[in-house]
């Protein structure tokens, strides 16, 4: 089976960088995703790791270490409107994604 | 471009009855998807389609069929709606189901089982 570990909720200030910690045990690995979700709305992609290391894109980073099994997003300067659910996901074996339970982020000013 | 488009946005539905949610892509993507998003469990694979004419189960397949006659249309119907299925339903698309393969998320469907 898949289990993806995330922590629920993270409280931020406005300005400031937050963390989120995403860790894995899936069969077979093929990428690693990470979603935003704001409340409502459908999840919209955030970034794509499959190698080790941190790929960077603005404001937000991932990083990915396969042998741990464990990824983070990184989320700097943030702003409010970065109030949302933060979705990870693995793609296994079979190229399907299962997903973790999601990260809620309140960003507060 | 309108990417996936999802209907009904919401339904209340009457245990016993049966009901289609739509969903229809422009993106000429090959793989669709079909997930619920439950509080606490995240989202969950229903059915998948890989291509059209082709679809295969996920993790929660159980009181749910799905039909995938062209490439833009992948309908999930409820034979039998009972109260569990009461749920936000996603339907998403990719332009490939193997290797790397984002994929793009309609609104959602809210469906309330009674």
């Known amino acids: 089976g898949q289990n993806i570990d995330q922590p629920t909720e993270m409280t931020a200030t406005e300005g400031a960088i937050v963390q989120i910690n995403c860790t894995y045990q899936t069969s077979g690995f093929n990428g690693l995703f990470w979603y935003q979700q704001h409340a409502g709305e459908a999840p919209t992609f955030l970034s794509y790791?499959?190698?080790?290391g941190l790929e960077e894109k603005g404001r937000f980073s991932s990083f990915l270490s396969r042998s741990k099994g464990y990824s983070y997003l990184l989320l700097k300067e943030l702003q409010m409107k970065d109030s949302a659910s933060y979705l990870c996901?693995?793609?296994?074996?079979?190229?399907?994604?299962?997903f973790g339970a999601g990260t809620t982020v309140t960003v507060r000013a | 471009t309108a990417g996936i488009t999802q209907a009904p946005t919401s339904q209340i539905l009457a245990a016993g009855r049966s009901m289609t949610l739509r969903c229809t892509q422009d993106m000429r993507h090959n793989a669709m998807y079909w997930y619920r998003q439950d509080l606490g469990l995240g989202l969950r694979l229903i059915h998948y389609?890989?291509?059209?004419?082709?679809?295969g189960k996920g993790e929660v397949p159980d009181g749910y069929s799905v039909s995938r006659a062209n490439t833009d249309d992948f309908p999930l119907t409820l034979a039998s709606a009972v109260p569990s299925q009461t749920s936000v339903y996603f339907c998403?698309?990719?332009?490939?189901?193997?290797?790397?393969?984002?994929?793009?998320f309609g609104p959602g469907t809210r469906l309330t089982v009674l």
């Open positions: 996901a693995v793609a296994g074996d079979d190229y399907k994604l299962s």
């Open positions: 790791n499959v190698l080790d």
């Open positions: 389609s890989n291509t059209a004419g082709t679809t």
């Open positions: 998403a698309s990719s332009s490939a189901s193997g290797d790397y393969n984002e994929q793009f």
